[in-house]
């Protein structure tokens, strides 16, 4: 699974109107409206590259209102969630 996290500038008066055509996307998984110098990020998951490409370069940068998007690719996750998955040995607690 490819993960991309991809900052997004909107038009102002259309932040929500916007959000909601990137969230209904395929391959994206959320979308969170935040503060400072773009409007939104868009959570991307996709089994490759050329989805990659599909979705973000084919359909989301297309989505009318947006101005501007900047994608990062991530490499590994790191969470309190996958750590303890990764440590849960299947042992009860005091064992």
């Known amino acids: 699974m490819i993960t ?3 900052l997004v500038k909107t038009e102002v008066d259309q ?3 916007v959000a909601e055509a990137i969230a209904a996307l395929p ?3 959320e979308v969170y409206s ?3 110098e ?3 990020i868009a959570m991307v998951r996709v ?3 050329d989805e990659l490409a599909d ?3 084919g359909t989301l940068n297309k989505v009318p209102g947006v101005l501007a998007t900047e994608t990062h690719i ?3 996750t790191y969470s309190r969630h996958d750590l303890e998955a990764a440590f849960a040995l299947g042992l009860e607690d005091g064992a």
Do not use: K
Request: aromatic residues 4%.
């Open 34 to 36: 935040v503060t400072g």
């Open 4 to 6: 991309a996290i991809v």
């Open 74 to 76: 991530a490499f590994r």
């Open 15 to 17: 932040i929500p109107e």
């Open 55 to 57: 979705v973000i370069a």
């Open 27 to 29: 391959g994206v998984s």
């Open 47 to 49: 089994r490759s590259h």
């Open 38 to 40: 773009m409007d939104l």
